[in-house]
């Protein structure tokens, strides 16, 4: 284990497990569609690729840069688009693909972004959601796992910019953080 790491709360297995039965549901509900996945880059990375590769049926992708925390442990609110998706979709289904759900800011604003653009629908699919940090009443279509209020890295989800890279879902310790 990372000597950043306190425990682990969500290993290999149990990642690859949820991630199979995300990706088959969605395919089961979506069957002859072509939903267009927006994965909000950077931290929905590594999930959207396992994601999509879990799905039976055909989709498009496309991806996202937004900003709302810096380097810092906490939210600022300030959500500012880096990059935005090339796709036209207009009558499209789109799925929002997101490592994790904080205080909700991030969503709410994809999500009404997106719905201004005329899509056929619009959903969402968490890997991670702290229901405790929410500041706005979200919908989470498909969810991996709930969280509590820690501080958590790897599996996409960095600690300025470091620990995306770890195959597990860990507590970072407060010392690296504090
Ligand atoms: C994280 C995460 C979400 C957002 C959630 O992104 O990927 O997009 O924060 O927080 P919220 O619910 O409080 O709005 P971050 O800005 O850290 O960028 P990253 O994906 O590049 O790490």
Known sequence: MNRAIEKIIMDEKVIQNQVRELGERISSDYEGETPVLVCILKGAFIFLSDLVRNMSIPVELDFMMVSSYGDEATSSGIVQIKKDIDTDI???HVIIVEDIVDTGLTLDYLYRYFANHNPASVKVCAFLDKPEAHQVDLKIDYLGF?????????????????????????????????
């Open 146 to 178: 709930e969280i509590g209020n820690e501080f958590v890295v790897g599996y996409g989800l960095d600690y300025a910019q470091k620990y995306r890279n770890l195959p597990y879902i860990g507590i970072l310790k407060r010392e690296i953080y504090e």
């Open 90 to 92: 207009t009558g499209r």
